[in-house]
């Protein structure tokens, strides 16, 4: 009788000492957020005098965001030669939203979208070429290699 | 006839157990009082924490309000300029307009250190190595002994013994007379040396065993071992901690490896891929801290900067009261808000460890908070020292004068308690197999041990 206690003790013991962990998705017990996404898509070729247009897919909770509280584009060259300022985007309908810029110049880019929608505010940014790097664009690089703090914010 | 046989049988009993009582509150004490008096002094050390660092710290932290504040930015550029070859893990951006703002960083060497950033001026106050800080020196002898898990676990043990020595201690505190309260609640100080002694132990004894007894539960969720279990456990129920806050993971920043920007670093050639070039790139420190901001996070937080490429920026405060603590984590690439957990957000349990944690830090109430969490603790120093003592006194000189062993089979209560004991708490019941099996295999087999420990 006191064996079989003690081999029960001795088993209850090692259960709790192989321990737990938290099951997977453990955060659906909590509030949740319900992130927006964005997937900002550049086109693969971008040719002199013309138009060229960038998109972004906004999805909500696995679902297309049709109509958003707002969607903002704002683009800029790195050495700061062009400027296109915060600017609505059009809305082509099931999620997808864009705006068309002329991308004369040669170099390095960056795009941010601004998006909001049922609480959740997004400001992703994508940095993306036309055409060559310029030696600057070179070296920005190098230098962003090195310190991963953005300093874009001076060219505003 | 018979029942006077019963009535000595009973009172053999009564008299057996209080042995096998004082027998084990005798031995745990002997190993655990050192331990006890250590937290006991490092915990009141440890109390005064923000008074003591606002003291010694005073020209790291205190600022000149002047002008315009330089941005976050700008101020880790500043920390970055003076230890070019490290890496920004977190920065503070100071809770008040007079306090100045922390950047932390790992050197190339492995040191953490914490720069000191005057937000007005952007030069460096200096810049304090968190080794050399004594007040992190002191948690870390009150939580681990400075011998990492193994201290870890010893403090859990010690913390889990001193509720077997609260428990036998009342036991043996409680009072067999009664009408009498002099050697219960008040000591009796003209009934010759020996009472006085052992007054001196059983009665502040009882007075501080609420406060001993809060301390040791409000502490022992953060222990590593049990503390770990027991938080894995109610998060696990949806009634504790968010996962993250505690244990857990942070959620994962939503991007697909393709779509990051690569950085060139061997980019000596103008041969860039452009393919590499283009992609997310992260979002800044100054965007972090407008989210901040507009998310109304208590002024004390902290930025945790991601560790990777699917890693998160964390926000965390947990200011000195509970009801104020707050974890946010922002997606590295879209400064989406992908969880924002604030103390109303935790399950009731969670609450409930929120406001020990605090308490038991003597933050929650601010200074009367201290003093009281200081009284308990120089209480358990004087009645572990008065234990001590009062065995030292009573010690004969050829063995330990430890009560007589009683077979535990017979203390069916005792025995039963102490198992149950074991299994809430397995530090101690794995405790217990070991004490069992060296009093099987070596305590029982050398009679010259067994005299000496009266076994």
């Known amino acids: ?156 | 006839m018979s029942s006077i046989k019963e009535a000595t049988n009973k009172k053999n009993t009564k008299a057996s157990l209080y042995q096998t009582v004082w027998r084990w509150h005798f031995y745990a004490g002997i190993i655990f009082a050192p331990f006890l008096i250590i937290l006991a002094i490092t915990g009141s050390i440890y109390l005064f924490k923000s008074q003591i660092e606002n003291v010694i710290y005073q020209d790291y932290y205190e600022v000149n309000p002047q002008g315009d504040r330089i941005t976050a930015t700008e101020q880790i550029e500043e920390a970055k300029r003076l230890y070019p070859d490290s890496v920004v893990t977190k920065y503070r951006p100071g809770e008040n307009d007079e306090r100045s703002s922390e950047v932390s960083i790992m050197t190339s060497d492995n040191e953490s250190l914490t720069v000191f950033i005057d937000p007005y001026t952007g030069k460096s106050l200096g810049e304090l190595n968190n080794a050399d800080r004594i007040m992190d020196r002191i948690e870390e002898f009150h939580g681990e002994l400075m011998a990492g898990t193994l201290g870890d676990r010893i403090v859990e043990l010690a913390a889990c013994w001193a509720i077997v020595l609260i428990v036998t201690g009342l036991f043996l505190w409680f009072p067999r007379k009664k009408k009498d309260l002099s050697g219960v609640l008040i000591p009796r100080f003209n009934k010759g040396k020996k009472i006085f002694r052992r007054d001196l132990h059983a009665v502040p004894a009882f007075w501080i065993t609420a406060g001993m007894l809060f301390l040791i539960m409000t502490g022992l969720p953060w222990s590593g071992f049990w503390g770990n279990q027991f938080q894995a456990l109610v998060t696990n129920t949806g009634f504790g901690y968010p996962p993250s806050v505690w244990i857990g993971d942070a959620p994962s920043s939503i991007v697909q490896t393709k779509d990051i920007a690569d950085v060139p670093w061997a980019a000596e050639t103008l041969e860039v891929p452009k393919s590499e070039v283009q992609g997310l790139i992260p979002i800044s420190i100054d965007e972090v801290v407008e989210i901040a901001n507009s998310e109304g996070m208590h002024p004390s937080y902290t930025v945790i900067f991601p560790n990777d490429k699917e890693g998160v920026f964390t926000l965390s405060a947990f200011p000195p009261k509970a009801q104020d603590e707050a974890t946010i984590h922002i997606d590295q690439y879209t400064g989406a808000v992908l969880a924002d957990y604030r103390y109303d957000n935790y399950g009731l349990i969670g609450k409930i460890v929120a406001w020990g944690i605090t308490l038991h830090k003597g933050t929650q109430f601010g200074l009367i908070n201290q003093l009281i969490s200081l009284l308990i603790c120089l209480g358990i120093i004087l009645v572990a020292v008065s234990g001590f003592y009062l065995w030292w006194k009573r010690k004969p000189k050829k063995d330990l004068g430890a009560p007589k062993a009683i077979s535990i089979k017979k203390m069916k209560f005792f025995l039963l308690l102490m198992i149950g004991l074991g299994i809430v708490f397995p530090l101690v019941g794995l405790s217990l197999i070991v004490v069992l099996a060296i009093d099987w295999l070596i305590i029982k087999r050398i009679p010259r041990l067994r005299k000496f420990l009266n076994a």
């Not at chain 1, 013991?13 to 017990?29: F, Y």
């Not at chain 1, 040719?47 to 683009?75: C, M, P, R, W, Y």
């Open chain 1, 1 to 156: 009788m006191k064996k079989n206690i003690f081999i029960i003790f001795i088993l209850i013991i090692s259960a709790v000492l192989s321990g737990c962990s938290l099951k997977p998705n453990v955060e659906k017990l909590y509030k949740e957020e319900t992130p927006l996404e964005a997937e900002i898509i550049i086109p693969n070729n971008f040719s002199d005098n013309e138009k060229e247009t960038i998109q972004v897919n906004l999805t909500q909770e696995g679902e297309k965001v049709k109509d958003a509280d707002f969607v903002h584009f704002e683009i800029w060259k790195q050495d700061g030669t062009v400027k296109y300022y915060m600017e609505e985007a059009n809305n082509l309908g099931n999620g997808t939203y864009s705006i068309s810029k002329d991308f004369d110049s040669e170099g390095l880019y960056f795009v941010k979208v601004h998006a909001g929608n049922k609480g959740s505010i997004i400001m992703p940014r994508k940095q993306f070429v036309v055409g060559e790097l310029s030696e600057s664009d070179l070296d920005f690089l190098r230098k962003g290699a090195q310190s991963e703090i953005e300093v874009h914010e001076h060219h505003h």
